[in-house]
């Protein structure tokens, strides 16, 4: 803190229900509280200032339990805790009292929700049942927390997105391991080929790291497979860089620069042809499409599928309406077509 002479307040995640208190204590004259080494709770998101609009993210858990050797979240957020099923049903429900349209559900694994014998898949039943929200989404899921369960909660409900955001982060065995992510390539693939064969219409995105410590053109042509394999409606890829403090930061950092940025654009590539195809899927046919608002180049109408398909549109249709839309274009990112009627 010498160094750092502008810093007024230190709050570590574990001691974020002092904040109102400490601001206090600090407005009134108390000298730079440090305060960061309780146990991590979750009282400070009881206490959220509700607001209207379309989309809402409801936090779900802190923390983070899993050992992934290049991320930092376990160390400085702690140990994964679960929010009471109550107070997230009785945030759910303020939030569709105040208006909003599309509830997510988030946490770093948000899968890997659990409160006393209520697991995820129980959590979102229960909160989609709430009245008044169009649909309920949730980020992120590692592959390990989901479960045939969850996946039969989503085929279920109508008003739950049929996406799953489950990172991969790479196609080769050899680099899951050093990444200790804890399952192969082939488990992820046979996941996500069980969740498609349970969830009509299903998109599955993913994350990928490229330039992982070691990692050689075999491995990252691995992971260009991957991505034709599970057909992603689209992946968030990131260059490799050591975070301090993590297993990942002790192994040299050896694939140069120039190698990781030719990766990633190889990656995007091969993300946009897949992008386009499962996006050609939808030409000629009708989908239902959640209005959002206006489209800010075309100011034509603009929404997502339930299964998170970017959508403009002619037609006239009010922000929350759910509305048929006829596919006429695609582009990798947005499907294009002519509204013909409100559900
Ligand atoms: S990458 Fe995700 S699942 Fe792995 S430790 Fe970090 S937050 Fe947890």
Same mark, same amino acid.
């Given at each position: 803190?010498?160094?750092?002479?502008?810093?007024?307040?230190?709050?570590?995640?574990?001691?974020?229900?002092?904040?109102?208190?400490?601001?206090?204590?600090?407005?009134?004259?108390?000298?730079?509280?440090?305060?960061?080494?309780?146990?991590?709770?979750?009282?400070?998101?009881?206490?959220?200032?509700?607001?209207?609009?379309?989309?809402?993210?409801?936090?779900?858990?802190?923390?983070?339990?899993?050992?992934?050797?290049?991320?930092?979240?376990?160390?400085?957020?702690?140990?994964?805790?679960?929010?009471?099923?109550?107070?997230?049903?009785?945030?759910?429900?303020?939030?569709?009292?105040?208006?909003?349209?599309?509830?997510?559900?988030?946490?770093?694994?948000?899968?890997?929700?659990?409160?006393?014998?209520?697991?995820?898949?129980?959590?979102?039943?229960?909160?989609?049942?709430?009245?008044?929200?169009?649909?309920?989404?949730?980020?992120?899921?590692?592959?390990?927390?989901?479960?045939?369960?969850?996946?039969?909660?989503?085929?279920?409900?109508?008003?739950?997105?049929?996406?799953?955001?489950?990172?991969?982060?790479?196609?080769?065995?050899?680099?899951?391991?050093?990444?200790?992510?804890?399952?192969?390539?082939?488990?992820?693939?046979?996941?996500?080929?069980?969740?498609?064969?349970?969830?009509?219409?299903?998109?599955?995105?993913?994350?990928?790291?490229?330039?992982?410590?070691?990692?050689?053109?075999?491995?990252?042509?691995?992971?260009?497979?991957?991505?034709?394999?599970?057909?992603?409606?689209?992946?968030?890829?990131?260059?490799?860089?050591?975070?301090?403090?993590? $297993?990942?930061?002790?192994? !040299?950092?050896? %694939?140069?620069?120039?190698? =990781? +940025?030719?990766?990633? #654009? @190889?990656?995007?590539?091969?993300?946009?042809?897949?992008?386009?195809?499962?996006?050609?899927?939808? $030409?000629?046919?009708?989908? !239902?499409?959640? %209005?959002?608002?206006?489209? =800010? +180049?075309?100011?034509? #109408? @603009?929404?997502?599928?339930?299964?998170?398909?970017?959508?403009?549109?002619?037609?006239?249709?009010?922000?929350?309406?759910?509305?048929?839309?006829?596919?006429?274009?695609?582009?990798?990112?947005?499907?294009?077509? @002519?509204?013909?009627?409100?559900?």
């Amino acid at each position: 803190l010498k160094r750092l002479p502008f810093v007024d307040l230190v709050v570590g995640p574990g001691s974020l229900s002092r904040l109102p208190e400490l601001s206090e204590a600090l407005l009134a004259g108390a000298k730079r509280p440090v305060c960061c080494y309780e146990r991590l709770n979750t009282e400070f998101d009881e206490r959220r200032r509700i607001k209207g609009g379309f989309s809402a993210f409801l936090r779900v858990m802190r923390g983070c339990s899993r050992a992934c050797s290049y991320c930092v979240v376990p160390r400085a957020r702690g140990p994964a805790l679960s929010r009471p099923p109550d107070a997230i049903l009785s945030e759910a429900q303020k939030l569709a009292d105040a208006g909003v349209k599309e509830i997510v559900l988030i946490g770093q694994d948000v899968s890997a929700y659990r409160f006393g014998d209520v697991d995820f898949a129980r959590l979102l039943q229960l909160v989609a049942q709430i009245e008044g929200p169009k649909r309920f989404g949730f980020v992120t899921s590692h592959p390990l927390s989901v479960s045939t369960r969850l996946f039969e909660v989503m085929a279920d409900n109508p008003r739950i997105s049929r996406y799953l955001h489950m990172p991969a982060q790479s196609g080769s065995d050899r680099i899951l391991r050093l990444m200790r992510r804890g399952y192969s390539a082939e488990q992820y693939i046979q996941t996500v080929q069980t969740a498609r064969s349970i969830i009509n219409d299903l998109e599955v995105a993913s994350d990928f790291i490229v330039g992982f410590p070691t990692e050689t053109e075999e491995d990252f042509a691995a992971t260009l497979r991957l991505v034709y394999r599970c057909a992603f409606i689209n992946s968030f890829i990131f260059k490799y860089s050591p975070r301090p403090h993590t $297993l990942a930061a002790k192994m !040299a950092d050896d %694939v140069p620069l120039s190698v =990781k +940025k030719e990766r990633n #654009l @190889r990656l995007l590539e091969a993300q946009s042809e897949v992008s386009l195809q499962r996006k050609r899927g939808l $030409l000629g046919r009708t989908v !239902a499409v959640l %209005v959002e608002g206006r489209d =800010k +180049k075309s100011q034509r #109408l @603009r929404g997502r599928t339930f299964n998170n398909h970017i959508v403009v549109f002619d037609g006239s249709a009010a922000v929350g309406d759910v509305v048929f839309v006829k596919i006429e274009k695609v582009t990798p990112l947005t499907a294009f077509g @002519r509204m013909e009627g409100v559900r």
